[in-house]
Nanobody
Framework: QVQLVESGGGLVQAGGSLILSCADSGGTFSSYAMGWFRQAPGKEREFVAVIRWNGGRTLYADSVKGRFTISRDNAENTVYLQMNSLKPEDTAVYYC????????????????WGQGTQVTVSS
């Protein structure tokens, strides 16, 4: 079972970049599609991006398409989210999670959530 820990969040000015990491210590990382989600204050958790178990396919929310890139390194049991051209509306706690199914954006299809990492984008 995956055990996920996110890192890399912080405070950045609008237009800046951050890269988030999510490392698995459970040892079954390569079996799962991996997703990133985010939750802004007072809002529901929403889908950001997902990557297939072998990295061969990715999906993005329309709000981040062209700005964010999800990638993974199965040898390092880590999934990344490169975030460029950040906007104040990207401010949220970012979570990673694992799913047996690629292509789903439904939170209920993901398991083993990390604790989250805060991203704050100032205007």
């Amino acid at each position: 079972q995956v055990q996920l820990v996110e890192s890399g969040g912080g405070l950045v000015q609008a237009g800046g970049s951050l890269i988030l990491s999510c490392a698995d210590s459970g040892g079954t990382f390569s079996s799962y599609a991996m997703g990133w989600f985010r939750q802004a204050p007072g809002k529901e958790r929403e889908f950001v991006a997902v990557i297939r178990w072998n990295g061969g396919r990715t999906l993005y929310a329309d709000s981040v398409k062209g700005r964010f890139t999800i990638s993974r390194d199965n040898a390092e049991n880590t999934v990344y989210l490169q975030m460029n051209s950040l906007k104040p509306e990207d401010t949220a706690v970012y979570y990673c999670a694992a799913s047996f199914s690629f292509g789903t954006r439904d939170l209920s299809d993901f398991r083993s959530w990390g604790q989250g990492t805060q991203v704050t984008v100032s205007s």
